[in-house]
């Protein structure tokens, strides 16, 4: 039985007794603040599958760097290392839980004019959130269906008013797409979606 993702999901599969993860080092690489977590969830439930009653099941992880840490803590099942790993380094770097994110998303047909408009809006930005202003950078999936996109972040520490940000955000972006003549620009705000 070959899948892809099916056997995470937690379907039971009879007589399963070896599982392989091919290229472990997509998910891991995966530029996402969240990719370690992902890949950890992901190796153990997949593991989980086989040898589920009677048989003895084996798991091989396909990898060019098996002493990753991600690698390590799914192997030995060290989910307590894991956590402590992940959220010593969101406080450090200032990521969810001990922060908002306000992911806003710029589109155009046009590359340039998209361009132009998200320096301008991140310009505009950083005026009132300076260095919590994050872009604007490509997302990894820079275009569909003929339009380019671009996000911007906004990090938000706890207790700074979501309401008032988003109030900010919206005003700014309102007259930096009229005074700027970026026509046509969609603008779409996502809070913790990231």
Same mark, same amino acid.
């Given at each position: 039985?070959?899948g892809t993702?099916?056997?995470?999901? &937690?379907?039971?599969?009879n007589?399963?007794?070896?599982?392989?993860?091919?290229?472990?080092d997509?998910?891991?690489?995966?530029?996402d603040?969240?990719?370690?977590?992902?890949?950890?969830?992901?190796?153990?439930q997949?593991?989980?599958?086989? &040898?589920?009653?009677?048989? #003895?099941?084996?798991?091989?992880?396909?990898?060019?760097?098996p002493?990753h840490?991600?690698?390590?803590?799914a192997? *030995?099942?060290? @989910?307590?290392?894991m @956590?402590d790993?992940?959220?010593?380094?969101r406080?450090?770097?200032l990521y969810?839980?001990?922060?908002?994110?306000?992911?806003i998303?710029?589109?155009?047909? *046009? #590359?340039?004019?998209?361009?132009?408009c998200?320096?301008?809006?991140?310009s505009?930005?950083r005026?009132?959130?300076?260095?919590?202003?994050l872009?604007?950078?490509?997302?990894?999936?820079?275009?569909?269906?003929?339009?380019?996109?671009?996000?911007?972040?906004?990090?938000l520490?706890?207790?700074?008013s979501?309401?008032?940000?988003?109030?900010?955000?919206?005003?700014?972006?309102?007259?930096?797409?009229?005074?700027?003549?970026?026509?046509g620009?969609?603008?779409?705000? *996502?809070? *913790?979606?990231v």
């Open positions: 039985m070959i993702q099916m056997l995470s999901k &937690g379907l039971d599969f007589h399963v007794s070896l599982v392989g993860i091919l290229n472990a997509n998910m891991i690489n995966y530029p603040f969240r990719s370690f977590e992902r890949s950890f969830q992901m190796i153990s997949v593991s989980g599958r086989a &040898g589920r009653r009677e048989t #003895k099941g084996k798991v091989v992880i396909q990898t060019y760097r002493q840490s991600v690698i390590r803590f192997i *030995d099942n060290n @989910y307590k290392e @956590y790993t992940q959220i010593l380094e406080r450090n770097f969810p839980p001990f922060c908002r994110i306000i992911k998303t710029l589109k155009h047909k *046009d #590359k340039d004019l998209l361009n132009a998200a320096r301008e809006l991140a505009a930005y005026g009132k959130f300076g260095k919590r202003i872009g604007p950078e490509y997302p990894t999936v820079s275009r569909i269906r003929s339009f380019y996109i671009k996000d911007i972040l906004v990090k520490e706890k207790g700074v979501l309401k008032n940000a988003k109030v900010h955000l919206e005003a700014t972006t309102e007259k930096t797409l009229k005074e700027k003549a970026f026509k620009v969609r603008v779409i705000f *996502d809070v *913790d979606t």
